[in-house]
């Protein structure tokens, strides 16, 4: 049985910076990648970051280049999502999710973790 669990969300001043976490356990990881996706109240769920677990290749969304840093670590079944200069507009519920293919579509990620919440204060 394949989990994810994600921690590091929080709540933070406009301008500041999060790190989330995320463990999968009970999966299958050689060929394959792990990602973020974010909702916010009323909003469908957005793609924010993904990364291929063999560490080349990664995706981000417009809203969050040059702010957010995806990264895996030593242990191939976690990744990091760095958020750094965070608006209030990243407030959402994060989750992390393993994947097939890099990307912002909901159909190629298959496990999901409960999602950690972020709130960014303006």
């Known amino acids: 049985q394949v989990q994810l669990v994600e921690s590091g969300g929080g709540s933070v001043q406009a301008g500041g910076s999060l790190r989330l976490s995320c463990v999968a356990s009970g999966y299958t990881y050689s060929r394959n990648c792990m990602g973020w996706f974010r909702q916010a109240p009323g909003k469908g769920r957005e793609g924010v970051a993904a990364?291929?677990?063999?560490?080349?290749?990664?995706y981000y969304a417009d809203s969050v280049k040059g702010r957010f840093t995806i990264s895996r670590g030593n242990a191939k079944n976690t990744v990091y999502l760095q958020m750094n200069s965070l608006k209030p507009e990243d407030t959402a519920m994060y989750y992390c999710?393993?994947?097939?293919?890099?990307?912002?579509?909901?159909?190629?990620?298959?496990?999901w973790g409960q999602g950690t919440q972020v709130t960014v204060s303006s």
């Open positions: 999710a393993t994947c097939t293919v890099v990307g912002d579509l909901v159909d190629e990620y298959n496990y």
């Open positions: 990364i291929y677990t063999g560490g080349v290749g990664t």
